[in-house]
């Protein structure tokens, strides 16, 4: 799914499909840089765009939206004033909403942002594996597969797990 909700006419189609673009790599930029306690936050699943004529709405459905709203308890409003600044569009005419997502790590993306955070913490490769598909097994019944590649345990030889 693209998560974009608008209409457009042929020759504004581009420029609403880059502004939606950079919306989304601006809102993940901005958590990024802005989550102090990286280690507990399990990221963004994703970022829906419902666009009208004159107002932009954006919601970002996160798995843990407490920990955002703890961090930084005007950093919501300061990223819609950044962002409001940066597309030229009022305050009033936009707006950003945050979701708490049910299962978490039911959404491919935390899981991922997950697994790389383990990995980044120097965590077995193995433990790294069997827990995601331990946490995607409490969720739902629909299964995962997962597959890590590179020099693991930090071996000379690359391989594929």
């Keep these: 799914k693209h998560y ?3 209409f457009a006419q042929n020759k504004n189609y581009p420029q609403l499909l880059e ?3 950079e919306i989304r790599d601006f809102v993940e930029r901005y958590i990024q840089k802005n989550v102090k306690n990286v280690s507990n936050y399990g990221g963004i699943g994703h970022i829906e765009i419902r666009r009208k004529t004159d107002l932009v709405q954006i919601n970002i459905h996160t798995g843990f939206p407490d ?3 703890e961090e930084q308890s005007l950093g919501i409003s300061q990223m819609k004033i950044d962002l409001g600044k940066k597309l030229g569009l009022k305050s009033q ?8 997502v049910t299962q978490p790590y039911g959404e491919p993306k935390i899981l991922a942002e ?7 913490n120097r965590v077995p490769f193995r433990r790294t594996m069997k827990k995601a598909i331990e946490l995607i097994g409490r969720t739902t019944d629909r299964g995962i597969k997962i597959q890590i590649a590179g020099r693991l345990n930090g071996s000379e030889m690359a391989r594929v797990e």
Excluded: E, K, M, T
């Design 4 to 6: 974009s909700y608008w």
């Design 93 to 100: 005419n936009l707006r950003v909403n945050l979701i708490s």
């Design 67 to 69: 920990l955002l709203i």
């Design 114 to 120: 997950h697994v790389a955070l383990q990995l980044r």
């Design 19 to 21: 502004w939606d673009r």
